[in-house]
């Protein structure tokens, strides 16, 4: 079955750190960018970080960027987000989500929309 | 950053019934790279629509969307059961990517 699946969300204190993980099955991991989204409650979805199918490119939204760090295990067939510095407003559903190009020979190719999405892990920042 | 504005908030219909939601642009979407999606509660976001009017792979064809420049609409030509839920716009054609805060369609 296609699916992704996260997990590593929970509880933490303002300025403490949580690392995400996605687990991808049923399609060629390597050969798709990736992507991190969340959702604060009440609020529209948000992207937050690209990272390309041989890790060659990597993106953040400013408002993660130098807090946030993306990476990816392709053996493993996972695609991570380590958040420290934690503030009140990072709280949200966090989603990973596959960029809807396929990469062929390494080359970095996104189309920026998202063909398939995990349910979503919940990260709460509050003391 | 272009700004996207989804209307209604929420949209009170009954199964059968002709959906019509819409996204309005601060600026104007390079060539449509809008898409929709649909969310449920609990359940991971799908891919509806893509480049404004392309149906996602699977997808029923009640769904459709059209407009460009600043003006996109999705219609849900008849309502079924399973297409209650909160449809949200994405533009991908400027940096940063941006999503509308969503329009909950809810059984009237």
């Known amino acids: 079955e296609v699916q992704l699946v996260e997990s590593g969300g929970g509880l933490v204190q303002p300025g403490g750190s949580l690392r995400l993980s996605c687990a991808a099955s049923?399609?060629?991991?390597?050969?798709?960018?990736m992507n991190w989204l969340r959702q604060a409650p009440g609020k529209g979805l948000e992207w937050v970080s690209y990272?390309?199918?041989?890790?060659?490119?990597?993106y953040y939204a400013d408002s993660v960027k130098g807090r946030f760090t993306i990476s990816r295990d392709n053996a493993r067939n996972s695609v991570y987000l380590q958040m420290s510095s934690l503030r009140a407003e990072d709280t949200a559903i966090y989603y990973c989500?596959?960029?809807?190009?396929?990469?062929?020979?390494?080359?970095?190719?996104?189309?920026?929309?998202?063909?398939?999405w995990g349910r979503g892990t919940l990260v709460t920042v509050s003391s | 950053e272009i700004v996207l504005t989804q209307s209604p908030g929420t949209l009170s219909l009954s199964p059968g019934e002709r959906a019509t939601l819409s996204c309005r642009a601060s600026q104007s979407v390079t060539s449509t790279y809008l898409a929709w999606y649909q969310q449920k509660p609990g359940q991971a976001p799908r891919l509806l629509i893509y480049?404004?009017?392309s149906r996602a792979a699977g997808i029923p064809d009640r769904f459709s969307g059209s407009g460009s420049g600043t003006d996109f609409t999705l219609t849900i030509s008849r309502l079924e059961p399973e297409d209650f839920a909160v449809y949200s716009c994405q533009q991908y054609g400027s940096s940063p990517l941006t999503f509308g805060g969503g329009t909950k369609v809810e059984i009237k």
């Open positions: 049923g399609f060629t991991f390597s050969s798709y960018s």
């Open positions: 989500a596959r960029d809807a190009a396929m990469e062929f020979s390494g080359v970095v190719a996104a189309y920026w929309y998202f063909d398939l």
């Open positions: 480049g404004a009017s």
């Open positions: 990272i390309s199918g041989s890790s060659s490119a990597i």
